[in-house]
């Protein structure tokens, strides 16, 4: 069993600041990439931030320069720092991590979401 459990969110005003957390615990071996998705109010869930465990990482193009993607390997942990944040980052935020029990093969899991609203 893995779980995945998501800190962080909140009510922010634009222009401020967020920190992301998501921990994994449960029976893991390797964990492969990282990432952060997110799903507004009828939108698709879309991908935020991802990283890779040799270190590649990608951004949407709406959050690049704002948003930074960082893990900890020796916590099973991937953080997002949120800076700049604007009205339509609004969203609730998922993380997702690749991760392997052992057996040779990685399964996806995610996390509970947090809502994140940036409002004045």
């Known amino acids: 069993q893995v779980q995945l459990v998501e800190s962080g969110g909140g009510l922010v005003q634009p222009g401020g600041s967020l920190r992301l957390s998501c921990r994994a615990s449960?029976?893991?071996?390797?964990?492969?990439?990282m990432g952060w998705y997110r799903q507004a109010p009828a939108k698709q869930r879309e991908l935020v931030a991802g990283?890779?465990?040799?270190?590649?990482?990608n951004y949407a193009d709406s959050v690049k320069g704002r948003f930074t993607i960082s893990r900890d390997n020796t916590k099973n942990t991937v953080y997002l720092q949120m800076d700049s944040l604007k009205s339509e980052d609004t969203a609730v935020y998922y993380c997702?991590?690749?991760?392997?029990?052992?057996?040779?093969?990685?399964?996806?899991?995610w996390g509970q979401g947090t809502q994140v609203t940036v409002s004045s």
């Open positions: 997702n991590m690749q991760i392997s029990g052992g057996s040779g093969a990685a399964y996806g899991y």
């Open positions: 990283t890779t465990r040799g270190g590649r990482i």
């Open positions: 449960g029976s893991i071996f390797r964990i492969y990439d």
